[in-house]
């Protein structure tokens, strides 16, 4: 019997893969729509909401990208950059999650004037916001950003630099965004040399919309600490098993980081059915598979609503979800001496007594 989802809610979740623009309330989208003069499908809170997943879901890749035309349109004022972050930070406290990250591209966030580092700081303010809001809720999270580069922009070097100037703004590491698909991350290498150069961890999207050899060259060309997504992995085993000398066995065995994000996965392809999704194959072989929500605005989820898909989709039970949890923390852009503690609280409540 699946777990329901009100007991899934309350077990503490780590949350590496959640793009801030992906998820904007949708009461907040029609609110600063309405002061910036930008015109929305609709201004209903339900029916915008039901707009955004139909777009999403749709398999047009034009009205999916135009979901993300209509949320950095409301996120270019350092205002309204902190409220999002804010309410980033107490829906995902509400949903339980512990720790979270968010990742955002500062150099689309510039139409209103903003500089880059203005725009880092407002979020960085958003997320001081929730966390403490969500501490006085008795809901304490702890909450950083992951500052992204557009791989099909000439700006990688940039805002690498940027990241790691502002790494004392709740910058937990970097990432690169956008199209897989003729925007290798080799494209990039000079801001990973950076980042390397200066200690700042990072993640690269890969294996989502392009196979293996873009997770080949996130890991082994650009040596990154986690992969975005990584599921298209399983177009490298033989005959459903790892291969000794493959791209998969390496990642398997050096226990790569996989941000896994079922439901969004499932729009955009990889898999008709949950129970089709590669996330049950590569955590039956060993894989460091976690779990994330991409959009959530644009999937309509939460994660404690994906692991409920997972459990029902392959009977996974709490001590599995503790598993996920922790492979998570220990992949996440965090201080050493504040992930034992979380990995002390999460421990305690999936094991009471």
Known sequence: MALALDTIRALPKVALHDHLDGGVRPQTLIDIASEVGHGLPATNAAALAQWFFEAADSGSLVRYLETFDHTIAVMQRPEDLRRIAREFVEDQAADGVVYA????????????????????????????????????????????????AMRQNDRGSEIAELAVTMRDALVGGFDIAGPEDGFPPSRLAEAFHHL?????????????????????????????????????????????????????????????????????????????????????????????????????????????QEFAHLCEAFGYGIADLHRFTETALDAAFLDQPERERLRALVAAAYHPG
């Open 196 to 304: 390397q150069r200066h200690n700042l961890p990072y993640t690269i999207h890969a294996g989502e919309a392009a196979g293996p050899e873009s997770v080949w060259e996130a890991v082994q060309l650009m040596r990154a600490d986690r992969i975005g997504h990584g599921v298209r992995i399983v177009e490298d085993l033989v005959e459903g098993e790892v291969a000794p000398g493959t791209l998969a066995a390496y990642i398997r065995d050096r226990s790569i980081t996989l941000e896994v994000c079922p439901s969004s996965n499932l729009q955009t392809g990889i898999a008709e059915t949950y129970a089709d999704h590669p996330f049950g194959l590569l955590e039956r072989l060993g894989f460091a598979v976690t779990v994330s929500c991409d959009n959530r605005l644009m999937s309509a989820t939460s994660l404690s």
């Open 101 to 148: 990250e968010a990742r955002w591209a500062p150099e689309q966030h510039l139409a209103g004037g903003m500089s880059l580092a203005e725009a880092v700081a407002a979020v960085r303010d958003g997320l001081l916001d929730g966390m403490a809001r969500s501490t006085a809720a008795g809901t304490p999270i702890i909450a950083r950003q992951i500052i992204s």
